[in-house]
């Protein structure tokens, strides 16, 4: 799945053309309200591409204490050292997690071997989220939850992306921005539990 828009091919950041004397006076007003404009354009045709990297929580586990913030099983546990090795080529700058203690859980391996702080984030202010993950174009992990990580990707992408089942762990949501140009990829995680383990 592509969604570009190619409104600026072919933009060149080219200077103001000079002015005859006679008119210098006049029309410099006129390019005075261009140049933000121009400059805005310039910038967005040279913007770096990123990408972000959206999961849901690994398997959580039953915690009668906390039901409303249960931890991982040892199949999540196990699910998020996974993703660390997963991502451990793709130059992560920066971490997102909600405040659960499965989301962060999550988040923790990967943070631990990219050597940064788990940011947290609300995940009722989605559209805030989208708009800081855009604002700073870094190559950034989300942690989210079965309904959010799918509506922060479609949000993103500018798809309507339905919630996960409440039993699928597996989705990586995969989004390459570069200028206005933005592909979404659903991958399903290629990690099989070893029940064995005790690690």
């Known amino acids: 799945m592509r969604i570009s828009n190619q409104a600026n091919a072919g933009l060149r950041c080219a200077a103001a053309p000079k002015l005859p004397p006679k008119q210098k006076e006049l029309s410099v007003p006129r390019y005075a309200l261009m140049l933000p404009l121009l400059l805005s354009l310039c910038a967005s045709a040279t913007a770096a591409p990123y990408s972000l990297y959206l999961v849901r929580h690994a398997e959580k586990a039953v915690d009668p204490a906390q039901p409303k913030d249960p931890s991982l099983t040892a199949c999540g546990i196990q699910r998020s050292a996974w993703l660390a090795q997963l991502l451990a080529s793709k130059q992560i700058e920066a971490i997102y997690s909600s405040d659960y203690r499965r989301t962060q859980h999550t988040a923790a391996p990967?943070?631990?071997?990219?050597?940064?702080?788990?940011?947290?984030?609300?995940?009722?202010?989605?559209?805030?989220?989208?708009?800081?993950?855009?604002q700073r174009q870094q190559n950034a992990m989300v942690v989210g939850h079965s309904n959010t990580t799918p509506a922060l990707a479609g949000l993103l992408s500018q798809q309507q992306l339905q919630p996960l089942d409440e039993q699928q762990f597996d989705r990586l949501y995969q989004l390459q921005l570069d200028g206005e140009q933005v592909s979404l990829s659903i991958i399903q995680q290629d990690f099989n539990c070893d029940p064995t383990r005790t690690d």
Do not use: R
């Open 110 to 134: 990967s943070a631990t071997a990219f050597g940064l702080t788990v940011q947290l984030y609300h995940p009722a202010k989605l559209a805030a989220l989208q708009q800081l993950l855009q």
